[in-house]
């Protein structure tokens, strides 16, 4: 058994799918106005977003993207370094990895 959807609430559903398909090359499939959007992996995996006047997840909560190398991490990591977010550089920790506050309200780890 596989793990192939999930929700979250945002506060900003277009500003969180644009991060989602910039970044972590997802693919919109729907979208209802600026309140819900359904985006896809490339293997199948479902994740939809919908709109929440305020979001308050755990401090711990997250969501994961493994890239195939420390090299793509560094590269998501300097893409949204660029672009203007607040990331801090890459470290070894359980893999090599770093956070980034998504648009919306919720936290993204990108790892290999």
Known sequence: MKVNHLNLTVTDVK???????????????HTRGDSFAVLFDDSGFV???MKGASVS????????FIQESEERVNEI??????????????Q???????????PGGFTVEVLC
């Open 77 to 90: 990591n300097r893409r949204l370094k660029d672009d203007g977010f607040d990331v801090e550089p890459p």
């Open 92 to 102: 070894r920790s359980h893999g090599w990895t770093f956070y980034v506050q998504a």
């Open 47 to 49: 994740l939809t977003l």
């Open 15 to 29: 500003a969180a799918q644009a991060f989602l398909e910039t970044y972590f090359e997802l693919q919109t499939g």
């Open 57 to 64: 997840y755990p401090k711990t909560f997250h969501i994961g």
